[in-house]
């Protein structure tokens, strides 16, 4: 009886010692993300998009044609479905 009941106690002790980990942890991943978003933390640069070639042009990927006589176009590459 006694023992039940230590032994209940003790689960719960432990129950809720892993839910506060858990808490805590997740408080802190907030606090990151809230720091990624604003505040004093240094702002993002934009990423830094190459230009968009031209459809003539020799595609940035580098692939050549298949009988490698020259560089894919843009268009007949990469740039086909766009
Ligand atoms: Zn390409």
Do not use: F
Request: aromatic letters at 2%; glycine letters at 8%; hydrophobic letters at 25%.
């Amino acid at each position: 009886m006694i023992n039940g009941i230590r032994e209940e106690t003790v689960r719960r002790i432990y129950t809720i010692r892993i839910r506060k980990e858990q808490t805590i942890e997740r408080k802190a991943v907030a606090k990151n993300a809230a720091a990624n978003v604003g505040g004093e933390v240094q702002k993002k640069k934009p990423v830094k998009k190459a230009p968009r070639p031209g459809r003539n042009d020799p595609c940035p990927c580098g692939k050549m044609k298949p009988d490698g006589s020259r560089r894919l176009k843009y268009k007949e590459c990469c740039g086909k479905n766009s």
